[in-house]
């Protein structure tokens, strides 16, 4: 496995090759395993057979701790251990992937992710990258405060970011101004 950390970019990759179960005749699958520092709650994987053009997933950088050592993951990505290695099953709409990783490759990725950013320790270093004090919540859902939210419900989304646009047309239209005309 070839592993680089480049610490301008705050990157961590891991490049590794993995057996499609769910279609043996394919040749290996070479798979890069990345991690961003300033989105520490995702991995990405890229995946590509031969000269192909890589297709990418993202999931939970926890999904992958814990499904290297008990089964995990509900929906579209789920990842569990075995004896030859790591499962990782990949679903879209009907079509369904299981690809094997080498268990220790995902073990060193996992390892060099946690020493980069620790889990639980995905928020403090949130806070100290974006220093996002000066808005609602402290999550800018217009950059990597996004990762810390499950949804967001709104009538009108700019009023997360600023000024609540859609609210203040409605105002300005009650008030006899038409807000698409300068004055």
Known sequence: MTQHTAAVHQMIT??????????????????????????????????????????????????????????????????????????????????AAALLAYAPDVAEFIDRTLAVVPVDAEIEHYLRTEQPYDCAGSAKAETLGIALLEAIESDDPTALIGLPLIRTSALLRQAGIDPLRPT
């Not at 701790?65 to 709409?93: C, F, K, N």
């Open 14 to 95: 891991a490049t590794t090759e993995m057996l499609l179960l769910s279609d043996p005749t394919i040749p290996a699958v070479h798979a890069e395993l990345r991690y961003y520092c300033d989105d520490p709650f995702a991995v990405q994987m890229l995946l590509s057979i031969e000269q192909s053009p890589a297709i990418c997933w993202i999931f939970s950088r926890d999904l992958l701790i814990s499904g290297a050592t008990m089964p995990s993951g509900v929906g579209d990505v789920q990842v569990y251990p075995t004896h030859d290695g790591v499962i990782i099953e990949l679903r879209s709409g009907p079509s």
